[in-house]
């Protein structure tokens, strides 16, 4: 049975209260002030508590921090007559789970109060990471054990003892920069400078003279001379992020350091010579640029001395849990407490496409620290693409299975849909969207439909938008906003 606490001095209330609440499954204790509510945490252990906020004594702004002092887990629900924008956002950053402005709406109220008692359930049975990790292994930040990992840190090592040039490639944000400061940490110029340039950041007028510097006079505004990034990292290495969106002008003169370890400063006649390991990084297929004469064939080989090919987080989903510990860990910052996952958690992260890789999964991570209403992640506290991303038959868990009348036999077929169905269907999908608000049904069950479209088509996109009933540029439309894979679709 589940325990609320109410904390509020007006009389009225508490009787409306035990109106509203009165069942079998919840038991009602009431207290009249924010020292007496405070006190009663400790004798009725409350698995809600619901306080006002105006009231004689402590406020239920101070209640609410005596709260948390006391059980950091503990749900509140704050709530007034008196509501003000300074007040609402004050009780959020208190951690409160909700606000409420009086007279309230009572389907709303019982609403709110069952998805607070579900929440602290959740949190009571979320679970502590365990260091999953070496502590060298949270400093380097290249995080993993899947075999694709495997091979990658064996390919550092490898690099690491030379002074090769190296190339590193994947999607964006599969960690390729971190990779390449491995390579330098382990390398024998670990002790020399280690600079890193987006040559995709850059506006192509500025990164030459990024690069390579500049003479004074050399262009309007020059007013001075310019020490450039190779001449600053003599001795040390050169990170160049992106090098596929580099101009052919700049690709030349990068081609002719890698060659001979010499330049011009731009306006300048005098050669610099320099000493720099180069790293570069691209997200582009190279080998299509150099076939289409975007990129020098030349400068490709002289990059791609080793290869290192990052493999995308959808294709070591062992690495997901390990990630998580790392970044939670991370963010707690030296000595603090990481944060708890609750259940389900995990398995929708893992279960999610991630179309923007491991910074995808960092971003997720800081935002639902930011939005976690306890200690503990919850699956509610992710953003609704890697909830609704579950199986069809996941968002309908209500729904009665459909048998043929030889239920059971291996001829049984289910009998075919006909349109008087879709109501029942569309009333299943809404009560289970009651029990979570972020969960807004058309966007979740379209993202489902489209996936399980292309499956059904073999990632045929013509096929697959004649399915649905839609033109293929629509089908393409919503593949993009909702970032499915046509390779995640089909696996």
Known sequence: MDKLLLI??????????????????????????GEEGVRAIERVKPDLVISDIRMAGINGLETLRRIRQLDPRLPVILMTAYGTTQTAIEAMKLGAYDYLLKPFDVPKLKELVAKALQAARESRQATALQPMLEAEDYELGVIGRSEAMQGIFKLIGQVAATDA??????????????????IYQYGRRAERPFLAINCAAIAENLLESELFGHEKGAFTGAAAQRIGKFEQCHGGT?????????????????????????????????????????????????????????????????????????????????????????????????????????????????????????????????????????????????????????????????????????AGSAESTPPPATAQDVPGLAAALFRFARTDSKLKVLPAVERVLIIEALKETSGNQVQAAKLLGITRATLRKRIEKFGIRQELAVN
């Open 8 to 33: 509020d001095d007006e009389a009225d209330v508490q009787y409306s209260f035990r109106r509203i609440f009165a069942s079998p499954d919840l038991q009602l204790f009431t207290a009249s002030s």
């Open 165 to 182: 040039t190296a190339l590193i490639t994947g999607e964006s944000g599969t960690g390729k920069e971190l990779v390449a400061r491995a």
């Open 238 to 406: 050169l990170f160049l992020d992106e090098i596929g969106d580099m101009s052919p002008a700049t690709q030349t003169k990068i081609l002719r350091v890698l060659q001979s370890g010499t330049f011009e400063r731009v306006g300048g006649n005098q050669t610099v010579t320099v000493d720099v390991r180069v790293i570069a990084a691209t997200n582009k297929p190279l080998e299509e640029a150099v076939a289409r004469k975007e990129f020098r064939e030349d400068l490709f080989y002289r990059l791609n001395v080793v290869r290192i090919q990052m493999p995308p987080l959808r294709q070591r989903r062992e690495d997901i849990r390990l990630l998580v510990d790392y970044f939670l860990r991370r963010f707690a910052g030296p000595g603090g407490k990481p944060r708890s996952i609750g259940p389900g958690t995990l398995e929708a992260l893992e279960g999610y496409a991630w179309p923007g890789n491991v910074r995808e999964l960092e971003n997720t991570l800081r935002r639902a620290m930011v939005v976690a209403k306890g200690p503990a992640i919850l699956p509610s506290d992710l953003p609704l693409e890697m909830v609704s991303g579950a199986p069809a038959a996941a968002l309908v868990p209500s729904m009665p299975a459909v048998r043929g009348p030889e």
